[in-house]
């Protein structure tokens, strides 16, 4: 048992561990031009932050009037990422100090992701966290994506933690939501700054409205010693 008591850890994959929401809006930018729509801006990006894959593809199936299927869209947009993954990935250096941090603790860890499992696989191999994370828990394996729990209370399952002693970390407010569903607390890490004000943030424990740029590993592992439940 560490420190921290029961307490284990899960953690969202992108924008939250990585900061891979360049690669994602760089294969989206692609994949909508290819199928005839240019000028796909951040900004456009920026909406689907924290909405999976899958999800995505059928919005711009709707929105854009994409003759191709969803499951198309999809593929082409989970392939094109997939190589840009591989190629670059930048783990942010305060997230993995917190990692290797609970690592030494002993504390259980998790990730759970709206991304399929091919990309959480690249991702955390080419970073080298695959070392410390090993129980990963991916949407496609389970019936909801975020902002349902089912994705976090599965990674729970699989950790053989109680929800209640499971905290998350998050960037995106669908992904506060399904922390609070799941009867989990939350550290809120927004990606996109202007949406700090969601009201799903809200309902987080711990919200650094700053972002990664105010995100430390002691500062959240204090937070953790403080709100721990007792053994």
């Known amino acids: 048992m560490s420190n921290l008591g029961p307490t284990s850890v899960i953690f969202d994959l992108d924008g939250t561990l990585v900061d891979s929401e360049p690669n994602y809006y760089e294969a989206g930018r692609q994949v909508l031009a290819e199928y005839g729509v240019p000028g796909y801006t951040w900004a456009d990006h920026e909406r689907y932050v924290g909405i999976s894959t899958l999800e995505t593809a059928g919005i711009w199936k709707r929105e854009y009037g994409l003759a191709a299927s969803v499951e198309e869209v999809f593929d082409a947009k989970n392939r094109r990422y997939l190589e840009l993954a591989r190629a670059a990935t930048r783990a942010y250096p305060e997230m ?110 711990l919200l650094l409205r700053g972002g990664q740029e105010e995100f430390t590993a ?11 439940r007792p053994s």
């Open 96 to 205: 993995r100090k917190f990692v290797e941090l609970l690592a030494t603790e002993g504390v259980p860890m998790a990730v759970a992701s709206g991304s399929s499992p091919e990309a959480i696989e690249a991702i955390l191999a080419g970073t080298g966290l695959d070392a410390f994370l090993r129980t990963v828990v991916s949407a496609d394996e389970v019936e909801r994506g975020k902002p349902a729990p089912d994705v976090f209370l599965e990674a729970a399952r699989r950790l053989g933690a109680a929800p209640a002693d499971c905290v998350v970390l998050e960037d995106a407010a669908p992904g506060a939501a399904a922390a609070h569903a799941a009867g989990m607390r939350c550290i809120a890490i927004p990606y996109v700054a202007a949406q700090a004000d969601a009201p799903e943030f809200a309902t987080a424990g």
């Open 218 to 228: 002691r500062g959240a592992y204090d937070w953790l010693a403080a709100s721990a």
